[in-house]
């Protein structure tokens, strides 16, 4: 079975502040992808980024980084220098190889508030 | 560029109506999905389909069903709706189920069940 786990339901910061959201999974399988997704206030569902297990760098995008743990099971975000179209839901998924063909398996999401 | 289209936006029903709702996708995915999201849920995958001829529950199949009309087309189909099927609907595609292929999800529709 496969699960991901976003302890942090909501989180709260002004704005330029950094904010990591966490995201921790498990997986019996040694191939799988992560994955977050952005879901801002006009509710669409958008594709942010993919790991693959055997990739263990970090990633960084702009203000965007991702940090990914094999170590751990982790694969946590951070925002640098937040702004307020940063505010969104946050999820974070697993595909790996022993959950068939129904694709991914979603966290519950992180709600991020950025206040100016 | 549609990517995944979903119908309608918006509907009201009254308990113990039928609906259908609708999704196409234009990027010639194999693998459509159909989730609902409420609130401190998540997103829960209602069901799928792997590929074009096949179909399969997910998580929450209770009081749905699918029809994968064609490669492009999968609808989502409530029989007889309850109060509990009030959600946001989510349709999405991507190229195959299981891999490195991310899924790209429709605007969504907002069901409200009196």
């Known amino acids: 079975a496969q699960k991901v786990t976003q302890a942090q339901t909501e989180i709260s910061v002004v704005e330029k502040e950094d904010v990591t959201l966490d995201c921790v999974y498990e997986?019996?399988?040694?191939?799988?992808?992560l994955f977050w997704y952005k879901q801002p206030p006009s509710g669409e569902l958008v594709f942010l980024i993919r790991?693959?297990?055997?990739?263990?760098q970090n990633e960084i995008s702009g203000r965007y980084s991702w940090n990914f743990q094999k170590s751990t099971s982790s694969f946590n975000f951070t925002i640098t220098a937040s702004q307020v179209v940063d505010s969104a839901v946050y999820f974070c998924?697993?595909?790996?190889?022993?959950?068939?063909?129904?694709?991914?398996?979603f966290g519950k999401g992180t709600h991020l508030i950025i206040q100016p | 560029n549609a990517g995944v289209t979903q119908t309608p936006k918006f509907q009201v029903l009254k308990t113990g109506q039928s609906m259908t709702l609708q999704c196409a996708q234009d990027?010639?995915?194999?693998?459509m999905y159909w989730y609902r999201q409420d609130p401190g849920m998540g997103l829960r995958l209602i069901y799928y389909?792997?590929?074009?001829?096949?179909?399969d529950k997910g998580e929450v199949p209770n009081g749905y069903n699918v029809s994968r009309l064609n490669k492009r087309e999968f609808s989502l189909r409530l029989e007889s709706a309850a109060p509990s099927q009030t959600s946001v609907y989510f349709c999405?595609?991507?190229?195959?189920?299981?891999?490195?292929?991310?899924?790209?999800f429709g605007d969504g529709t907002r069901l409200s069940i009196l």
């Open positions: 389909s792997a590929s074009e001829g096949t179909t």
């Open positions: 998924a697993l595909n790996s190889s022993g959950g068939g063909a129904d694709g991914l398996t």
């Open positions: 999405a595609s991507s190229t195959y189920g299981w891999g490195k292929w991310p899924q790209h």
């Open positions: 997986t019996r399988d040694t191939t799988y992808y």
């Open positions: 990027m010639n995915h194999n693998s």
């Open positions: 790991r693959n297990s055997f990739d263990e």
